[in-house]
């Protein structure tokens, strides 16, 4: 039996991001499992939306979701190209709220998600994504530093070497 059936992605299409997809796609294929790649996208505050004219609000709606739609296209895209089943969530809300609701949902066995790994102040104020997913998550959940991607990379290449 495979480890992992079903391996969820989080994306913020952010710099931070590129790791954990690399090591998403490896271990998709690896394993020669379903993956799911999800982006949350926020809705403007109560504020934001009260300052401007409904029409534009949801203009600006619509493109917000159309701009991620395209990026998410894209990472399917690649994980078609190599071979892999996948399926793009792309939700409006929170964005832990919206990856754990997703990984019920599709019964996840994995999520994997990067991080910049702020420490601190930093991630009091900023909070994290990735620690609320990890407190509260159906199944395991792999985080990946941005700083950690030349490290994978090279187990990798020596592994294959």
Known sequence: MKPYQRILIATNFSEASVPAWKRAL??????QTALFVIHAYERPNVVQAAAVAPFVYEEWKQKVRASASRKLDLLIGEAQTAG???TGILEAGNADEVILKAAENIQADLIIMG??????VSRILSGSVASKVIAAAPCGV???RLAEESTFEKSLATASA
Do not use: F, P, V, Y
């Open 26 to 31: 490896s271990m998709a294929k690896e394993n």
């Open 84 to 86: 892999l089943h996948a």
């Open 115 to 120: 991080t910049h790994g702020r420490q601190g």
């Open 142 to 144: 792999l985080t990946i």
